[in-house]
T-cell receptor
Framework: NAGVTQTPKFQVLKTGQSMTLQCAQDMNHEYMSWYRQDPGMGLRLIHY???????DQGEVPNGYNVSRSTTEDFPLRLLSAAPSQTSVYFCASSYSPTTNYGYTFGSGTRLTVV | GIQVEQSPPDLILQEGANSTLRCNFS?????LQWFHQNPWGQLINLFY???GTKQNGRLSATTVATERYSLLYISSSQTTDSGVYFCAVRGYGQNFVFGPGTRLSVLP
């Protein structure tokens, strides 16, 4: 089924560990982005990409890295996990940054850092 | 950057009631969307509405860009309407900014 696939759905990390959250889409979308959702704060943009090989920072990029080697994949790396990174992470994609159709979210990854 | 406010923060309705959710934003925008996050966490795009009025079944939305607000109307609410409703806006040359959301609970 076409859409945005995120893995894993749940993850528990110890402080200082690193990990990669995976995001893949099969809709040939150019624009991909990562958000974190914290209680009472809506969604905040971490990083985004307007195409393969191009990434940029969003509102809350510290502690996260991204890369975009293919159109389909946009992994998010936590370099050294901290309790403040406990959150729900969403990946989203669309045809372009300015196109208003096909803005699709993945089902989310719930991350707990202890 | 653009600030987005949503009201009310929480809303409890009886099934069949109508409701209005409001989104205020602090600057000119070229994109405004409403999203519904269901109780299982899935985010669904409801409307793209930078200006004007749109309707989709029991839901409709109106944006008055000159006054920097948008309204989402839900008529004859159903328990499946429960969840959190987010307004997201994009200023010119900027990324989306999400509001804090309105949590809606529809009771049977």
């Amino acid at each position: 089924n076409a859409g945005v696939t995120q893995t894993p759905k749940f993850q528990v990390l110890k402080t200082g560990q690193s990990m990669t959250l995976q995001c893949a889409q099969d809709m040939n979308h150019e624009y991909m982005s990562w958000y974190r959702q914290d209680p009472g704060m809506g969604l905040r943009l971490i990083h985004y990409s307007v195409g393969a090989g191009i990434t940029d920072q969003g509102e809350v990029p510290n502690g996260y890295n991204v890369s975009r080697s293919t159109t389909e994949d946009f992994p998010l790396r936590l370099l050294s996990a901290a309790p403040s990174q406990t959150s729900v992470y969403f990946c989203a994609s669309s045809y372009s940054p300015t196109t208003n159709y096909g803005y699709t979210f993945g089902s989310g990854t719930r991350l707990t850092v202890v | 950057g653009i600030q987005v406010e949503q009201s009310p923060p929480d809303l409890i309705l009886q099934e069949g009631a109508n409701s209005t959710l409001r989104c205020n934003f602090s600057d000119s925008v070229n994109n405004l969307q409403w999203f519904h996050q269901n109780p299982w966490g899935q985010l669904i795009n409801l409307f793209y509405i930078p200006s004007g009025t749109k309707q989709n079944g029991r839901l409709s939305a109106t944006t008055v860009a000159t006054e920097r607000y948008s309204l989402l109307y839900i008529s004859s609410s159903q328990t499946t309407d429960s969840g959190v409703y987010f307004c997201a806006v994009r200023g010119y040359g900027q990324n989306f900014v999400f509001g804090p959301g309105t949590r809606l609970s529809v009771l049977p």
